[in-house]
């Protein structure tokens, strides 16, 4: 590593190279991208890595694995053990989520020099899988996070609100990138694989939680059952996913695909969908969002106000299934092509890696500068969105 350039530390994500979800793509191109500036130290999970992946460095980032899980109640363990370790060498510590920031109040005692960043994520107490102890648990974490932290990182308008007016706190608005993603054309293996590709199709991919809406997208599309539609996802994770795939894996129309860990394949099905369905109630800027707007495909989204500020009321929007049956049934009249060309555009201006981490570089040098992206011209308020 270069010695004269600053250390950062990435606390909070299962590890790089990314192959689990948002805040791990995000610190693997922060990490490449603020190569030249910081010497990247990222901790990871053991326990998604196979001993022979565990490598200590990749492409220039050094890579420190912890025994443990970086999800759920062990998060906490991890996130706090490799802030202790990050407190012996980094001079900028950004961690992603809040899970363990109760922490913060003495690591800031013990090196109140050191620039702690945090990103406090969509919410997360307020996600429908978090009862009793951890829901508070997890909003008390959010309190000491946005207390402690030197910059506080919302990546949605509304969350920045949120903070702003629950904690008296201007926080940085970062989103995320997307211009990771590739479109792929489809090849005559792909037809024998999927027939459902010689057509029309809706496509969609995520995690089978209830707050994502799978119950109403199903309910429409089985009801509906002119239109196929493609559903990726982990549906024997959880009760709700296996009696849902059993509830409807009768009706034709609906294809309920097993997660595809293949990323060329599940962006050639995701690349050639008529219209993409994104149906996530929580969270803030849902990466999955943001990578179908830079696919330029048209979107199909529920109503949440995090969702519609993504993408600047430029998609279609749903409540219910019914909201979605009566979108479906007027497809042919809906120009898809403009809406597709809108959302690209915003995702060009908006959520690419390089903007994106010239706002974290910003935050870590605390540096009070905008970065200029253009926006189009909406008097959209995030107060009157259902």
Known sequence: MNGHKAKLAIIGTVG?????????????????????????????????YKKAERIREWKGIRLVYLPMSANGAMSIVYD????????????????????????????????????????????????????????????FSERVAVRFADEVITDNAAIQQYVRETYSITSRLIEYGADHVEAFSIEQTHLQKYPFLQGDYAFKVCRIEPENNIHLVLEAFARFGKLPLVLVGNWEHSEYGHDLRKLYRQYPNLHLLDPIYEHNELNMLRSNCTIYVHGHSAGGTNPSLVEAMYLGLPVLSYAAVYNRITTQERALYFHNAEDIISLLRQLPQINLGEIAHDLKWIAEMRYTWSTISKKYNYAFKGIEKEVAVPVFDTAYSYKTAA
């Open 80 to 139: 706090i053990i490799s802030m202790i370790h990050a407190l012996f060498f980094a001079d900028v510590i950004l961690v992603l989520g809040v899970s363990g920031c109760i922490f913060l109040p003495i690591l800031k005692f013990l090196a109140p020099r050191k620039q702690v960043v945090v990103n406090v994520d969509g919410l997360e107490w307020r996600r429908g899988k978090w009862k009793g102890f951890a829901k508070r648990f997890l909003r």
């Open 16 to 48: 790089v190279p990314a192959k689990y979800g948002g805040f791990e793509t995000l610190a693997e191109h922060l990490a490449l991208n603020l190569r030249s500036e910081y010497a990247t130290t990222v901790y990871c999970s053991s326990k998604n």
